[in-house]
């Protein structure tokens, strides 16, 4: 069965910088766009960043420009987001998800979303 699984949430100070993971299993996802989405208590889940399956292709919320990047490894069948400069309003539950297209999953329309990690960011 496919699936997506995050990691490399936790508790880090404003300014400081955390790399999440999602590894894929049950299927390769090589082929599919991934994306990081994130859901703060009593808000609704946002976009935070996708990558094309070739990884040529990246787009961000503009919150998160020049301070968040999006990587994949296709022969890892995983995908990063290295969050830098972090703030107090980055904090939420991260989640990951492929889509069979990048505008897909940039509007959230995700194939297979994972479990989420959770990223508290202190002041």
């Known amino acids: 069965q496919a699936q997506l699984v995050e990691s490399g949430g936790g508790l880090v100070q404003a300014g400081g910088s955390l790399r999440l993971s999602c590894a894929a299993s049950?299927?390769?996802?090589?082929?599919?766009?991934m994306g990081w989405f994130r859901q703060a208590p009593g808000r609704e889940r946002e976009f935070v960043a996708a990558?094309?399956?070739?990884?040529?292709?990246?787009h961000y919320t503009d919150s998160v420009k020049g301070r968040f990047t999006i990587s994949r490894d296709n022969a890892k069948n995983t995908v990063y987001l290295q969050m830098n400069s972090l703030r107090p309003e980055d904090t939420a539950v991260y989640y990951c998800?492929?889509?069979?297209?990048?505008?897909?999953?940039?509007?959230?329309?995700?194939?297979?979303w994972g479990q989420g990690t959770q990223v508290t960011v202190s002041s």
């Open positions: 998800a492929a889509a069979g297209t990048f505008r897909g999953v940039v509007a959230q329309k995700g194939d297979y």
């Open positions: 990558i094309s399956w070739t990884g040529g292709t990246t």
């Open positions: 049950g299927r390769t996802f090589s082929t599919y766009a």
